[in-house]
T-cell receptor, first 117, second 117 residues
Framework: GAVVSQHPSRVICKSGTSVKIECRSL??????MFWYRQFPKQSLMLMAT?????????EQGVEKDKFLINHASLTLSTLTVTSAHPEDSSFYIC?????????????FGPGTRLTVL | AQKITQTQPGMFVQEKEAVTLDCTYD???????LFWYKQPSSGEMIFLIY??????QNATEGRYSLNFQKARKSANLVISASQLGDSAMYFC??????????????FGKGTRLSVIA
């Protein structure tokens, strides 16, 4: 099946710094990528839908100025957590669909565990 | 309103026995897709099985089968012959109007399955 990679897999940073997470589709083109956040023992919550070449669509309650999303190419989307604070500590997962694939295809990256001290 | 409801926070099953994980959904769309994912402690999302709203047959994938009851809006996952490695979180998810590439997956709260030797 198709592969989605995320980098880094784990990051620890100080409060106030910015962290960039990359999501890549390795062997397919993804016009749309989705960013989810998962707190411990909870479900995946959609943060935003990232469309190649246009602005991301954010879910209600997600600050677009804090969580900057860029989808500059068909294989790369980035999520930047700006001025991170301890409450931003979470597991961030990206997901992508192969635009040429079947209706049932949705591929997830392995996730990035962010810890803000 | 919750689009995906998983009423079992945790389940236990004896090794080699079958187990059913419940999922009900809410949508007014005629076209939608239902998914089950497994999430082990590593955090990766492992796709298990998919059921399209127009599929007349229940989906099966190896030891996994989906008991799709459209009128009741339920999509329960059945795992046969449970193995110790099946211990994980299980998420039910739905995509409405799956022909649209921009529609995200919406997840239920998950069920933690523990397989006992």
């Amino acid at each position: 099946g198709a592969v989605v990679s995320q980098h880094p897999s784990r990051v620890i940073c100080k409060s106030g710094t910015s962290v960039k997470i990359e999501c890549r589709s390795l062997d397919f083109q993804a016009t749309t990528m989705f960013w989810y956040r998962q707190f411990p023992k909870q479900s995946l919550m959609l943060m935003a839908t990232s469309n190649e070449g246009s602005k991301a669509t954010y879910e209600q309650g997600v600050e677009k100025d804090k969580f900057l999303i860029n989808h500059a190419s068909l294989t790369l989307s980035t999520l930047t957590v700006t001025s991170a604070h301890p409450e931003d500590s979470s597991f961030y997962i990206c997901s992508a669909r192969d635009q040429a694939g079947g209706l049932n295809e949705q591929f997830f990256g392995p996730g990035t565990r962010l810890t803000v001290l | 309103a919750q689009k995906i409801t998983q009423t079992q926070p945790g389940m236990f099953v004896q090794e080699k026995e079958a187990v059913t994980l419940d999922c009900t959904y809410d949508t007014s769309d005629q076209s939608y897709g239902l998914f089950w994912y497994k999430q082990p402690s590593s955090g990766e999302m492992i796709f298990l099985i998919y059921q399209g709203s127009y599929d007349e047959q229940n989906a099966t994938e190896g030891r996994y089968s989906l008991n799709f009851q459209k009128a009741r809006k339920s999509a329960n996952l059945v795992i046969s012959a449970s193995q110790l490695g099946d211990s994980a979180m299980y998420f039910c998810a739905m995509r409405e109007a799956p022909s649209s590439g921009n529609t995200p997956l919406v997840f239920g709260k998950g069920t933690r399955l523990s397989v006992i030797a």
